[in-house]
């Protein structure tokens, strides 16, 4: 699971799974922690907050930044037609999702 929130917490995100080669590889060879960031397709992304609390800003090189409201923290940058990039926190496994083979009989 990847999570990830804006400054004030009034926004949170969360992404089920990423593939293996969404992740920049950069980000995760040279962070000390877990965070990254990550380019995935805008279905992926699922973001908890009230409507009034995401504002989109449109950039003259066609990206448009998704911020909050509130604080001002960019939540996603969306590029092209389908595409954000997105930094989020790896936070775990959620076992309970889908079957790992941690226990083959």
């Keep these: 699971m990847y999570r990830g929130?804006?400054?004030?917490?009034?926004?949170?995100y969360e992404?089920?799974?990423i593939g293996?080669?969404?992740?920049?590889?950069?980000?995760?060879s040279h962070s000390d922690t877990s965070e990254l960031r990550v380019t995935i397709e805008k279905e992926q992304l699922v973001i908890d907050c009230a409507?009034?609390?995401?504002?989109?800003?449109?950039e003259a090189n066609d990206e448009t930044h998704h911020v909050c409201n509130t604080c001002g923290s960019v939540i996603f940058v969306e590029r092209?037609?389908?595409?954000?990039s997105v930094e989020v926190t790896f936070s775990g496994?959620?076992?309970?999702?889908?079957?790992h083979c941690q226990f083959v009989f």
């Excluded at 929130?5 to 949170?12: E, G, L, T, V, Y």
């Excluded at 496994?93 to 079957?99: F, N, P, R, T």
């Design 5 to 12: 929130s804006c400054s004030c917490q009034a926004i949170q």
């Design 15 to 17: 992404i089920d799974h």
């Design 20 to 28: 293996e080669l969404d992740a920049d590889d950069e980000t995760l």
């Design 51 to 58: 409507p009034s609390a995401l504002a989109e800003l449109h």
């Design 80 to 84: 092209g037609s389908n595409q954000v």
């Design 93 to 99: 496994h959620d076992v309970l999702a889908e079957s």
